[in-house]
């Protein structure tokens, strides 16, 4: 174990450059679906060529208007949304928010659902075959209302078909973004990486809910919703590292309550090749360069030379 | 839109929670217009974790900023307790503002306890124009403890006009009831000026003076507030229902709205002299 002080002025510039399934990342921090609207909000804010990634508002075949307010209330080192997966449409996607994006000097994802089958398919068909998209995410934690309204991501079987099929027609990386509101998260990492999904991002939102006990009332419209922020991150860590553990080689996108550079390198640990940013972009919307910047300072410090070194390297021996 | 850090100079308790927060190094808010907000936040750690969005209630040169808060949440007791050298960080100016005073019109600027500043910084903004005479406050509270900086608004030459529920202060009433009192004096007094309506209070507030001026054809602004947490159009929970499309959001299309664009509850327009209802005979 080196405690040996590093004079972070002259040591080798580490290597931040990584890859998830077939995407090539300057660097390993993404910032998240639903927290960086379609990039261009936050272009004044901060430079988008130093985050390795951005993940767009989920995308529907159609344009959708959301759900009734209250729509998010805050709550201990968190939050709670229902938006509603409010989007603009493949089309609205397409004509408005893409031409920005093709010269946003970083790489783009396009989060994705559908409320059938085939909406799915026909979504991420057109989505994928857009110019200046350099990979699909699919949330795969939507209604599906033939089956009675259970989320598609909380079956494995219904999950892994759905990926089968969404894979014929997405020639580009397609990732998959898991429902933590399950009890086997590896089963459902599984799902997608037996039916060809290229990585898997961990976790989306956990189900809550908040009440107002003066008014005895919901504090959300839709009563239910999904808790994000810090107070998450355990759950989020443990998840990746599950999946991780598995060894099922998929690769993980690490998602949770990220607030920090170290924070981020807790999810490298555990088995994380990238991570998002997401509620943090609220918080303070300049935080995404700035946890690049300190995972390269904490690779300085501890002498990583290549971030891909510390990816699961997790010790749990004593 | 800047991003910054920025320090409380000065922090001046007015009394039953009400506060005014002058900030410096806003230098970038120099062009803010009234109506429009910042996100700001302390060094509070993860509790709370959101900024919190609140209106400008005045601009200055160097780099000055004012805002009046009541101590009401987690966050404005922060900000209560917070002393002069404490360091925030402001998003802003964000949203739009209230349309520029003129010459032409009358204003009636209707404020409902801490939804005092968009108004309060109308009013200076007019003042500075040489049309404070062309706007009016109508301001009301509980109680005349919630009413505060009436020697600014005197100061800036401003006539207000007073309620209080419990007669403490002016009429005793609700802040409605003096505006509906003052759209009939105004259009008994001067029938050919033409009166416009910005309010910014408690929801069931604005919606109750959308009922007032609409039926008037009078043109009514209403600046909301509604949560959110991000204040720049992303994180979509600051929706509200409007008529031309099914939501708005308050951060990037509002604060301020044409209530004529706002769905309003029980909102009843006469139908025009010499119309009928539609109803078949």
Not at chain 1, 105 to 116: A, M, P, Q, S, W
Not at chain 1, 298 to 305: A, E, G, I, M, S
Not at chain 1, 308 to 314: N, S, T, W
Request: some cysteine.
């Amino acid at each position: 174990m080196t405690t040996a002080p590093v004079d972070t002025e002259t040591a080798e510039r580490p290597s931040l450059a990584t890859h998830c399934g077939a995407i090539e990342f300057r660097n390993p921090v993404l910032t998240a679906s639903g927290t960086f609207g379609y990039g261009k909000e936050f272009e004044e804010l901060i430079p988008l060529s130093a985050i390795g990634g951005l993940v767009t508002k989920g995308i529907s075949p159609n344009p959708r208007f959301g759900n009734p307010a209250p729509r998010i209330c805050e709550t201990a080192a968190g939050m709670l949304n229902s938006i509603g997966l409010e989007n603009v449409g493949v089309e609205g996607f397409a004509e408005g928010k893409l031409p920005f994006l093709r010269t946003c000097g970083t790489k783009v994802l396009v989060n994705f659902f559908g409320t059938t089958f085939d909406d799915y398919v026909d979504c991420g068909d057109r989505l994928g075959k857009l110019d200046g998209v350099d990979g699909l995410e699919m949330n795969v934690s939507c209604p599906n209302i033939k089956a009675g309204g259970i989320e598609f991501g909380r079956d494995p079987r219904v999950l892994g078909d759905l990926v089968r099929a969404c894979r014929k027609v997405i020639a580009k990386p397609l990732w998959v973004k898991l429902t933590p509101n399950t009890s086997d998260i590896v089963a459902l990492a599984r799902a997608c990486a037996e039916n060809g999904a290229d990585a898997v991002s961990v976790i989306n939102t956990i189900t809550g809910m908040a009440i107002d006990a003066r008014t005895r009332r919901p504090r959300l419209a839709t009563i239910f919703g999904g808790l994000s922020g810090p107070a998450i991150k355990p759950v989020a860590l443990r998840m990746v590292y599950q999946i991780h553990r598995a060894g099922l080689g998929i690769p993980i996108c690490g998602i949770g309550g990220i607030q920090t550079g170290l924070d981020a390198v807790e999810f490298f640990l555990a088995g994380a090749s990238t991570v998002q940013v997401g509620t943090q972009n609220f918080i303070d919307p300049a935080s995404a360069e700035r946890i690049v910047r300190e995972v390269e300072e904490f690779c300085r410090q501890n002498l990583v030379t290549d971030l891909r070194e510390i990816v699961g390297a997790l010790k749990t021996t004593p | 839109m800047h991003y910054f850090d920025a320090r409380i100079i000065e922090n001046r308790a007015l009394g039953n929670g009400y506060f005014v927060l002058r900030l410096g190094g806003c230098d970038s808010l120099a062009q803010s217009q009234p109506g429009q907000f910042i996100m700001l936040r302390g060094d509070w750690g993860r509790d709370p974790l959101l900024p919190r969005p609140i209106s400008l209630l005045s601009v200055a040169p160097e780099g000055r900023a004012d805002l009046l808060a009541k101590s009401i949440g987690r966050g404005t007791q922060l900000l209560e307790k917070s002393s002069p050298g404490t360091r925030v960080s402001v998003l802003g100016p964000l949203g739009n503002g209230f349309p520029e005073p003129t010459p032409d019109s009358l204003d009636l600027l209707v404020a409902g306890g801490v939804g005092l500043p968009p108004l309060f910084m109308q009013a200076e903004n007019a003042a500075r124009r040489g049309l404070v005479d062309r706007c009016e406050m109508v301001y009301g509270g509980r109680t005349s403890r919630d009413l505060v900086l009436l020697g600014e608004m005197r100061g800036m030459g401003l006539s207000s006009c007073l309620a209080t529920e419990d007669g403490s202060v002016g009429r005793r009433g609700r802040v409605t009831t003096e505006l509906e009192a003052r759209i009939d004096h105004h259009r008994a007094a001067h029938p050919q000026r033409k009166l416009r309506v910005f309010a910014c209070g408690p929801r069931e507030m604005l919606w109750a003076v959308a009922r007032i001026a609409e039926p008037h054809g009078i043109e009514c602004y209403l600046s909301m507030e509604e949560q959110m947490a991000c204040g720049i159009g992303v994180c979509l929970g600051c929706a509200i229902p409007a008529r031309s499309r099914p939501f708005r959001y308050t951060c990037s299309d509002g604060p301020v709205f044409l209530a004529s664009d706002l769905v309003i509850p029980d909102l009843v327009i006469p139908p025009a002299a010499g119309q009928t209802t539609g109803a078949a005979p």
